[in-house]
């Protein structure tokens, strides 16, 4: 099976102010320069940002090079990416009419619109998939994008995730923010699109409902046998690493999300996988609406650590993305 690499990694986060400081958290000009970006959405400068440092390039540079552009694939998760886009040509359409609406600012309204710009902006012709699931499109984004590379579909894929958090975000606890990596086929493109060396290595992912049971908690069955899927995608038992847990939802799934976490820790010991910080438990809130399962995939990926990154929805839609660390002497590098 083609292993899968982690090339480069990159994101842009607003977090919660503590300075009282009323100004915006994000300012294109440092990270997209000063023109070509004034009637792009925030959620495209967020995403723009993010993927360009995945890549090691800046806006406004030539395409990244190693790579066909027939092999070069883009792949965006979003939540709420044009939810106040819509918004505001709502009110601006039944106030004032068509007429209140620039003909630049129209593309913004279609959800493929952050993606195709980064399509665009880095020459990808192989590809731009833009998937709209809640919570979990992220790392929905990173499991497309390996399946791509693993049937021969493109060579280098950028996984991304940008949300606008919608207006009432205050009250809801949520965040702007975007992210990306980028993956590429081992044997067939190492070494591309800037990045110096591999940071880790994808061994799968996976996408599972889990119904409620009758008294609102999860199926019991169902439960145990995703809890064995996500297990599974973890280094076979034996080596020296302990695999870090990490598993995301709104604050409205944390009880199924806690049960998920014990359950897949269970499945884990009875594989004779050792879970890092075992003790701590707990869960991540996605803050950051579909980004936040990709954020929590970058800090293991950067640090070079075994990992289970986990995102749930409210619904009951998990979806599961396992990386170890690169062994810089193995077979995917000749």
């Keep these: 099976m083609t292993a899968v690499l982690i090339t480069g990694v990159g994101a842009v986060a607003e977090e919660p102010r503590t300075d009282g400081d009323p100004g915006p958290w994000f300012d294109p000009a440092a990270h997209l320069g000063r023109r070509g970006w004034k009637y792009f959405t925030p959620a495209t400068r967020y995403l723009l940002a993010a993927a360009n440092e995945a890549l090691g390039r800046r806006h406004d540079d030539p395409p990244p090079a190693g790579v066909a552009a027939e092999r070069f694939g883009v792949v965006t998760g979003t939540q709420y990416a044009i939810a106040r886009v819509h918004r505001r040509m709502d009110t601006v359409l039944t106030g004032e009419g068509v007429h209140g609406i620039s003909p630049a600012e129209v593309p913004g309204f279609s959800m493929n619109t952050p993606g195709s710009q980064l399509a665009i902006s880095t020459g990808a012709r192989a590809f731009s998939v833009t998937l709209t699931n809640p919570v979990t499109a992220g790392l929905e984004a990173v499991q497309f994008a390996v399946t791509a590379l693993r049937t021969g579909r493109a060579d280098v894929v950028v996984a991304a995730a940008a949300d606008q958090a919608p207006e009432d975000h ?165």
Excluded: N
């Design 170 to 334: 205050g009250a809801r606890g949520e965040y702007d923010a975007a992210a990306a990596v980028v993956l590429s086929a081992g044997g067939r493109a190492s070494g591309t699109a800037g990045a110096t060396r591999p940071l880790a290595t994808v061994t799968g992912g996976i996408s599972r409902f889990l119904p409620p049971g009758p008294a609102g908690d999860l199926d019991p069955a169902a439960l145990d046998r995703s809890a064995a899927r996500v297990a599974a995608l973890a280094p076979s038992p034996g080596g020296t690493d302990a695999v870090r847990l990490l598993v995301g939802a709104p604050p409205a799934a944390a009880q199924h999300a806690a049960a998920v976490r014990d359950a897949v820790a269970e499945a884990l010991a009875d594989r004779g996988v050792p879970v890092r910080d075992a003790d701590a438990g707990g869960t991540r809130p996605a803050r950051h609406c579909a980004v936040s399962g990709l954020l929590d995939l970058i800090g293991p990926a950067r640090a070079g650590e075994t990992a289970l990154v986990l995102s749930i929805s409210e619904l009951g839609h998990l979806t599961a993305i396992g990386i170890h660390r690169a062994d810089p002497v193995g077979p995917e590098f000749i």
